[in-house]
């Protein structure tokens, strides 16, 4: 896409990116993903703020040189080292030679040991300021693990915008506008929830930690490294970091995750589904993990308050693919949900100690003894699962 001018300083030059399949090799990309980067041209100096993926950054230079002229950047500040926005540091040194990366102290350590880059750099302290010429200042605000330890925003403190790096960013790539005013933003939210859950998900104590220390200062504009640019929707982006970094759930639905070989196990997701149904609980999700993408499984436990999870065992431990999801919310320190467990098995019970292992280290109570099935779910265990989900409605609705 073209550069675009955000205001009278502040310009887009950051790129979309519709082929790769899996960010960071793992999470899906149906609608790609955009690698935000500004331009800020001061009346003395002009400054990149975080670069693109190595493959764009010819685009990138295109962009640069489209507002700059021959006139070199006099700065590239990085909030944020991971290699989707750090990959064209090496071209645009050699695009720019006479331009100094500014970044934190464990910034500066990644960039020589990424790029081989330690001349010509400036170190930045927490709090400490940058001048671009009158009326242009630069405040650097230090914010590890969000997501990576050297994380730090910049704040240009006369337009009260905040670059925020991956904080506020979401999946999706830019179809043409680039400031959320200029478009329909409906389908960037979910894609955020998506963004956070499955990358950022595992740092909300630094998020909440980041969020209060920023949490005085006024903010017009924010401009993430992903996703649109926030002007009319702050309110709501942030409220949804907090909410999500705090792991307060976003509503009373329920995520049903289960495992399956043979229609057993989901016999018994069907049946806990139908009495939550009847019990008035109306947004219900149900994954079969060996269908969809753990990405989204993990956005939609992030989102609902209620959880169910039901899993045969196999070869005398959990069903992998439910397995993973288990690690995932564990690893995330996902709490604050109303849990229930199903397990399955032909002769060897594994899956619900598996499950409930891993549920004592998320801090999580679940609402009953968990549904132990032997074989074939007859109807007694149906009715088990039915009266225990019976038992969950009552805490949602
Ligand atoms: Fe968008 Fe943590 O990189």
Not at 83 to 108: E, K, R, Y
Not at 194 to 211: D, E, H, K, T
Not at 288 to 302: G, K, P, Q, R
């Amino acid at each position: 896409m073209k550069a675009a001018e955000i205001s009278g300083k502040v310009h887009y030059i950051g790129v979309n990116d519709r082929v790769t399949h899996k960010f960071e090799g793992m999470w899906p990309l149906p609608a790609g993903v955009s690698y935000n980067s500004y331009l800020l041209v001061g009346s003395d100096k002009a400054a990149i703020i975080d670069g693109v993926e190595s493959a764009y950054a010819l685009e990138q230079i295109g962009h640069i040189k489209a507002i700059l002229g021959d006139r070199c950047p006099d700065y590239l500040i990085i909030n944020h080292m991971e290699p989707d926005h750090s990959g064209a540091i090496a071209l645009l040194m050699q695009a720019f030679p006479g331009m100094t990366v500014v970044g934190n102290a464990i910034t500066l350590t990644q960039v020589e040991g990424y790029y081989g880059i330690n001349d010509n750099v400036l170190a930045v302290k927490d709090g400490q300021e940058l001048s671009l010429g009158e009326g242009t200042t630069l405040k650097f605000t230090l914010t590890p693990m969000v997501h990576w330890p050297e994380t730090m925003v910049t704040y240009l403190q006369e337009e009260k915008t905040l670059f925020s790096g991956d904080a506020f960013g979401c999946f999706g790539a830019l179809n043409g506008a680039v400031v959320d005013s200029d478009m329909d933003t409906a389908r960037y939210f979910p894609e955020m929830l998506r963004y956070y859950s499955n990358i950022v998900g595992r740092y909300g104590m630094f998020v909440q930690r980041a969020l209060k220390k920023l949490a005085d200062v006024e903010i017009d504009v924010i401009c993430p490294t992903h996703g649109p640019v926030w002007k009319s929707r702050i309110a709501e982006v942030v409220d949804l970091y907090d909410k999500l970094s705090s792991y307060t759930p976003l509503d009373n639905g329920v995520t049903i995750v289960y495992g399956t070989m043979y229609g057993n196990t989901q016999r018994m997701a069907e049946a806990a589904a139908e009495a939550l149904a009847r019990e008035g609980v109306r947004d219900i999700e149900m994954f079969n993990c060996s269908v969809t993408d753990l990405s989204h499984i993990l956005a939609a436990a992030f989102r609902h308050r209620g959880l169910i999870i039901a899993a045969p065992t196999y070869s005398d431990g959990l069903f992998p693919p439910v397995k993973a999801f288990v690690e995932a919310i564990a690893l995330r320190g996902l709490k604050n949900r109303e849990v229930l467990v199903f397990g399955s098995h032909t002769w060897s019970q594994r899956a619900i100690d598996v499950i409930n292992g891993h549920l004592e280290s998320i801090v999580a109570e679940p609402v009953a003894e968990a549904v132990n099935n032997r074989q074939a779910p007859g109807q007694k265990v149906l009715d088990q699962c039915r009266e225990k989900a019976c038992l969950l409605a009552a805490r949602l609705v």
